[in-house]
């Protein structure tokens, strides 16, 4: 059967594909941009869980296929959690991720170390077509560099260093990444839920 990956983004695509095919899962992964003609929902959610199901839902009920989604974003201690579910157009275009990265380092450029601890967010969601909703979350907590380092994974990930770590998230190979981020520890979270509800 098929299970719809209800987003637009490639580097969560591969990271979910990874992540789901890791814990054995029988479905047919497809992405959203196998359905063009579904416009993308408006993410209206003031939470990550929100957003996640705003957009699982979308794609179900346009398809009538189960689908996931993911939302997620990186979380500043000293900005009070921004930029938050706003991740993704900090710097004002939607997915610039360069731009977005630049910007932030630039607002946090005064605060020193010991003031720089972040983390990144995920909630991943399921909807199925009878409306049938689950949602979890998974965060990965670290501090952010003066600079980017590294040239895997995506988004923030060459300025967030995880506890622990003496690398950036984009320093760690995929598989190292997956084994500790947000976006893995929810979805292997949502797993048995998608075995339950879908069989
Ligand atoms: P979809 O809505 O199509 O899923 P999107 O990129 O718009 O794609 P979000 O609204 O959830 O998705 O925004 C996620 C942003 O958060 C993403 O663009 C990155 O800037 C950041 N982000 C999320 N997970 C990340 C990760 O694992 N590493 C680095 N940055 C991440």
């Not at 622990?164 to 190979?173: D, N, P, Q, S």
């Amino acid at each position: 059967p098929r299970l719809i990956l209800a987003t637009r983004n490639q580097g969560k695509i591969s990271e979910l594909r990874a992540i789901l095919s890791d814990a054995g899962l029988p479905y047919e992964l497809v992405g959203a941009d196998a359905y063009p003609d579904v416009p993308d929902v408006k993410e209206t959610g003031v939470t990550f869980a929100e957003n996640a199901l705003l957009k699982a839902h979308a794609l179900t009920v346009a398809t009538g296929l189960p689908a996931i989604a993911d939302d997620s974003g990186l979380c500043v201690d000293v900005l009070g959690g921004a930029p938050g579910i706003f991740s993704a157009r900090w710097a004002g275009r939607h997915g610039d991720d360069k731009a977005n990265l630049e910007l932030l380092l630039a607002q946090l450029s005064d605060i020193a170390d010991g003031h720089r601890g972040a983390h990144f967010a995920c909630a991943a969601a399921l909807a199925l077509p009878d409306g049938t909703e689950a949602v979890v979350e998974g965060r990965l907590t670290g501090t952010l560099r003066h600079a980017p380092a590294g040239s895997g994974g995506f988004g923030y990930d060459p300025i967030l260093q995880p506890l622990g770590e003496t690398r950036t998230c984009a320093e760690l190979t995929a598989a190292e990444k997956n084994a500790i981020s947000h976006r893995g520890q929810a979805f292997r979270a949502l797993v048995p839920v998608i075995r339950d509800l879908l069989g």
